[in-house]
């Protein structure tokens, strides 16, 4: 704490619930009086811009009704204010207002009163832009070496930077690598662009660079532009800082040099204009906000620096030179010249308080009263402890924070009918088939306790349906029981993952220490049958996709594992069966007589994983009700990546179809929506369904992130954490997901991936991570190399054993098969 406190010359309150932020408060003659004093200039959240000219009749008054010269709601939020010359053919200071979607410029003037109301303001619109990215912050200036005019440059919270050569559009850059937009500013003695990128590092930009790089709204390089005749966005120079920056501020108080502040989370760093730095001073409070704003001596330059300790502290270079209490935290600062006094301070608070003031020397002391000396009274101190000592006994047992509870104070229990209902509830599946079955689920609530704001969700695998999945129930008194019921039912024609479903209750438990309750969260599952989804089916001789499980146990009869799947009820030992999926495809296990395995095999590899988890739960379920706790399963075969490609394959070639749908619709869109104007038109307000079925085409899209998501990730795992060298963490990776050409790159990637997991690799950033692995994986598949460092790590490797790279489909017959077609014929 200071012991000076700000003195406060002129304050208001903006507002009521408005947010502010360090772009919302500008000092500038907005209103071109050439008077030299200053206005300030307020804009909020909320979308209100007022400006304000104080005349306290006294220090500490707070503002008056002529203070308040402009207030008008632009309906829109208000990012941050400018003030700059920004209309052609004229010098005069106009005033930039952006939004999130829009950039206005207005001009502000004044009417002199002739009654005691005072002047009149008002803005007027110059022109505005409307932005095609949702927009972050903005900075001005003479772009290029410009005179007598300021441009505009908005920074995109994707990272694109959009210059405005005042009324009209100049061009649009990416900036490289960019993931999360930080702070801007313009340096007009180096002509170039400095913010601070995600990656903790400070980055320059020439503004000559921008404006002969490559085109952002191109998303697609053009072959000449792969010949050299265009020109990549370099970078100027970088510095990284290892943090995070919150502002940028760019000073000179010199025609020679200038220099770059970078406010900082923990320290505030002053660079010189080629990225070298000057000083930097670490910070002992958390900053908010920060200025630099004159140079008293030569060679050192004075910032102001804000807290959320609410404290403003003066820099001298590193040196702290003054430290003063404010009545709030600031998130924007600015010094100004108000009515004849210079040098004023103006701080801004996130929630409205506007302040002037200035330093003084008044000393804010505090002085202690005199407390009166007594005589301890140790019995009445011992009866204190134990009081003290039993409230948090009762604390821990009943509990502020989630404790340990009974298990009996909410019970859920999940209960499915073994029978179809009666009348199914599936009446909006899209399977094809006449008939769908639904089944029932009944989940019971038994409550010890009193309960309140009780609520059941319900979560079943798609394409799995429910005819209800949300239920509340806001109180539950002591030993009552609720049931609810719902029926399940398969709504599209392809299989689920898997068959189990989850019953969610959440609740709050009063206490006599939280009457409202403590939330809690108790779960159930259930096991829907296969006969939901499956019927039985004839097996199929021939399959395109087998897959062959281990077990240690001997086969077990297919009928008492599934039964009611047999087309032979009266066979004790079956050992072949076929399921019929709902959807229309079809699935056959086999069960050897000679040996401990079962195959499945289906014309599509997609449809065999539901029979194998069946197939795997079922086996341990009987086992376990047989005694016997050692069974296991196992595969031996090489992992089906082949298969898997080519569902990839399938993905990307059903979105290179939307891709080329989507540009087929963007050549016509220009006459369909001059048609869609007409007939709205001439049909008013009564907007026909074709009309909002046109409308949702042209807005539609076909993109579908899938594959870029997974190569970043598994790109990330590859650099990091299974990484072989140095050289591979130390790649870069675009921070940008592009659609890929082709899949050719991301099938290299995750067959590499499970080639280094196969091989003993750990998805572990620890330090044991490192050591050697002796775990090897059966099967395997040969590394694809994505560059000559890979090719010579995939030859020194090449000893071990995964050069075995059969695939299921293409394995040569073994006795086995033949023993399993055996079954079949």
Known sequence: MSLFKARDWWSTLLGEKEEFDQGCLCLADVDNSGSGQDKIIVGSFMGYLRIFNPHPVKTGDGAQAEDLLLEVHLRDPILQVEVGKFVSGTELLHLAVLHSRKLCVYFVSGTLGNVEHGNQYQIRLMYEHHLQRTACNMTCGPFGGVKGRDLICIQSMDGMLMVFEQESYAFGRFL??????GPLAYSSRTDSFITVSSCRQVESYKYQVLVFATDADKREETEQQKLGSGKRLVVDWTLNIGEQALDICIVSFNQSTSSVFVLGERNFFCLKDNGQIRFMKKLDCSPSCF???????????????????????????VTLKWATQLPHIPVAVKVGSLHDLKGVIVTLSDDGHLQCSYLGTDPSLFQAPKVESRELNY???????????????????????PMTEREDDLRVFATVSPNFDSVSQATDADIGTDLVPSITVKVVLQSRLALQKVKLSVYVQPPLALTCDHFSFDFMAPETTREVAFSVYLKRSYTPSELEGNAVVSYFKPTDRNPDGIPRVIQCKFRLPLKLICLPGQPSKSASHKLTIDTNKSPVSLLSLFPGFSSQPDDD?????????????????????????YRIQSEQFEDLWLIINELILRLHEYFEKQGIKDFSCSFSGSMPLQEYFELIDHHFELRINGEK???????????????????LTRFKDKTPAPLQHLDTLLDGTYKQGWEETVDAAVSHLLKTCLSKSSKERALNLSSHLDMPKDTSRLKKHITLLCDRLAKGGRLCLSADSAAPQTIIMPGGCTPIPESDLEERSAEQDSTEPFTNHRLLMAEPPTPEDSAFQGLLE
Not at 176 to 181: D, F, I, N, T
């Open 379 to 401: 019995k009445e101190l011992d009866a204190e402890l134990k009081e003290l000592q039993k409230i948090i006994k009762d604390v821990k047992s009943q509990g502020v924070w």
């Open 573 to 597: 030992q079956v050992n072949v069966m076929g399921f019929c999926f709902l959807g229309g495809s079809r699935v056959t296990l086999l069960a050897s007589k000679t040996s401990q395995r």
């Open 661 to 679: 749908l989507e540009e087929l619709l963007s050549e016509r869109a220009v006459q369909f929506r001059a048609i869609q104007r007409r007939l």
């Open 176 to 181: 490289p690598g960019s993931l999360l937009p």
């Open 291 to 317: 200025l630099p704003y004159c140079s008293v001596s030569e060679g050192t330059i004075n910032t102001l620096i804000g807290n959320h300790n609410s404290m403003l502290h003066i820099y001298q270079d």
